[in-house]
């Protein structure tokens, strides 16, 4: 079967980074995905690696390795705006998004 | 690019009633997806679009539920004779030749 994992709940401080990591099994590999995503809000998305290595974008980096079916997002200078949901989602052999559940991340002052 | 919308953004409905929403992707998308969220877990994969051709449905998806696309560009999805457990987030997303989708804000429904 299919397969996302991900932690369920984390907690940070304001001004810190933290690391959401994200396990996956899924039949074939066409990229993985994160989104951020607000209570009650639609997921926003964040980055997209298909390669191997870290992708960086401002604040928010995400790495990927495809040998050992893990990614991780990295997020730094932590604002209490980033407190969210993040999701990570692979783009199986049938190009179609598997979802883990996602990780609730609380910033604490 | 005004971005995917989707209406309503609320629907209350008694068990039994049917109900319909909208999603209009980003201009010139040609690919639209339609996903279904419950709290604390991620999307779920309900059915996908290739301009009006509807090219994957869901086997979880109930004889209830049906998506149109008429004319490649707008889309609804309708569910009949709703259940409680039809309450969820229904998403819409859309996307061109690359991979990312991008989603709209999303029709919350609670079924009473």
């Known amino acids: 079967g299919q397969n996302i994992d991900q932690p369920t709940e984390m907690t940070a401080t304001e001004g810190a980074i933290v690391q959401i990591n994200c396990t996956y099994q899924?039949?074939?590999?066409?990229?993985l995905f994160w989104y951020q995503q607000h209570a009650g809000e639609a997921p926003t998305f964040l980055s997209y690696?298909?390669l191997d290595g870290l992708e960086e974008k401002g604040r928010f980096s995400s790495f990927l390795s495809r040998s050992k079916g893990y990614s991780y997002l990295l997020l730094k200078e932590l604002q209490m705006k980033d407190s969210a949901s993040y999701l990570c989602?692979?783009?199986?052999?049938?190009?179609?998004?598997?979802w883990g559940a996602g990780t609730k991340l609380i910033i604490k002052p | 690019d005004t971005g995917v919308s989707q209406n309503p953004r609320h629907k209350i409905t008694k068990r039994g009633q049917n109900v319909t929403f909208r999603c209009d992707p980003i201009?010139?998308?040609?690919?639209l997806y339609w996903y279904r969220q419950t709290l604390g877990q991620g999307p779920e994969f309900l059915t996908y679009?290739?301009?009006?051709?509807?090219?994957?449905k869901s086997r979880l998806l109930s004889d209830r539920f049906s998506a149109e696309r008429p004319k490649g560009s707008f889309s609804t999805l309708e569910i009949q004779r709703t259940e409680q457990g039809d309450s969820a987030m229904y998403l819409c997303?859309?996307?061109?030749?690359?991979?990312?989708?991008?989603f709209g804000p999303g029709t919350r429904l609670l079924v009473l």
């Open positions: 997303a859309s996307s061109s030749g690359r991979p990312t989708q991008y």
């Open positions: 201009s010139e998308h040609n690919r």
């Open positions: 679009f290739q301009n009006e051709a509807q090219l994957e």
């Open positions: 899924t039949s074939g590999f066409n990229g």
């Open positions: 690696n298909v």
């Open positions: 989602a692979v783009l199986d052999s049938n190009y179609q998004l598997i």
